[in-house]
């Protein structure tokens, strides 16, 4: 039970409902791309050993083990009833959850988890976990929200448009990428959206004195167009929305839009210590708050 195919689709799977959620979208993620699905499951009484002043009770052990493995084969059931054909593994792992889905994110695809889980999977996304998770995976991370929610296993996602997050300074060319492949494969349309800051009228005087709007907004939609050019060519058939947006907080305006989106993408950059902390920020920000899935992509160096 520790097979690990390359270019699979991984999913972290804890036997919450949250993490059930993740386990639907990675089948159907694995069966569209034609990709194996690999299962990873962190023994949490393995964990526990690692730390306990008590020597471990063998008959414990064997029981967790057990249940562990009942945990795996019965969602292995799962997916191949939903979809006849798939090549379903699974890894049962021990030590940190975190880096157990960044090793096993250095051949996959994808790697998806759940927003929140039970065991070894509490609070993935909230702590230090999610964050080794967020900042190092190797392959494309999709955060399944809400919490709560199992997914319906075969279905497709919402037909809700994919929403993309466009930065100005970096460059975000595999996250659009990713977000026209998922919006080709939902049929939804794909929105593009550029927030840059600006100060909001009264704060510092009148707003003409500051710059010109009109050519702010020029500017942000020129950047929007440039930026998706290369890739309406190769994916004629998926509509394009560009969303030049002015706003106080850029993050927020990505939460906000999130509300109407069945999938936020946003990059995940290099670099020096200092742009890395800047520009994690925002996949930070809506992986927390997001009341959509999130995509964070990370970008060749």
């Known amino acids: 039970m520790t097979t690990s195919p ?104 994808l790697v998806v988890v759940g927003s929140r889980g039970h065991g070894g999977f509490a609070g993935l996304l909230l702590g230090s976990a999610g964050t080794q998770l967020a900042a190092h995976s190797r392959s494309p991370l999709v955060v399944v929200r809400p919490v709560g929610d199992r997914g319906n296993l075969g279905a497709s996602p919402p037909d809700r448009p994919v929403l993309v997050g466009v930065d100005a300074a970096t460059d975000c060319q595999a996250a ?22 600006s100060v909001m009228p009264g704060e510092l005087g009148p707003e003409d004195r500051l710059y010109d709007l009109q050519a ?51 990059s995940r950059h290099g670099g020096n210590a200092l742009t890395r902390l800047l520009l994690a920020a925002v996949g930070d920000v809506a992986v927390r708050e997001a009341h959509c899935p999130v995509a964070v992509v990370p970008e060749p160096a």
């Open 176 to 197: 659009l990428e990713f977000a026209f492949e998922e919006a080709a494969a939902r049929g939804v349309p794909l929105h593009a959206l550029y927030a840059w800051w």
């Open 6 to 109: 390359t270019h699979a689709v991984v999913v972290g799977i804890d036997g919450s409902d949250s993490s059930h959620g993740a386990f639907a979208y990675a089948a159907w993620e694995a069966h569209r791309r034609r990709r194996p699905l690999r299962l990873v499951h962190v023994h949490a009484y393995a964990n526990r050993m690692g730390w306990s002043a008590f020597p471990p009770d063998p008959h414990e052990f064997v029981e967790s083990v057990a249940r562990a493995r009942q945990l795996v084969a019965g969602h292995e059931i799962e997916a191949h009833l939903a979809f006849p054909g798939l090549q379903v593994t699974s890894t049962l792992a021990t030590g940190s959850v975190g880096a157990a889905l960044v090793d096993a994110s250095a051949d996959a695809d």
């Open 216 to 266: 702010a907004r020029d500017e942000a939609r020129r950047l929007l167009s440039e930026s998706v050019a290369g890739w309406r060519d190769k994916f004629p058939d998926v509509p394009i929305h560009l969303e030049p947006l002015r706003a106080p907080n850029p993050y927020l305006v990505l939460i906000e839009e999130s509300r109407n989106a069945g999938l936020l993408v946003v």
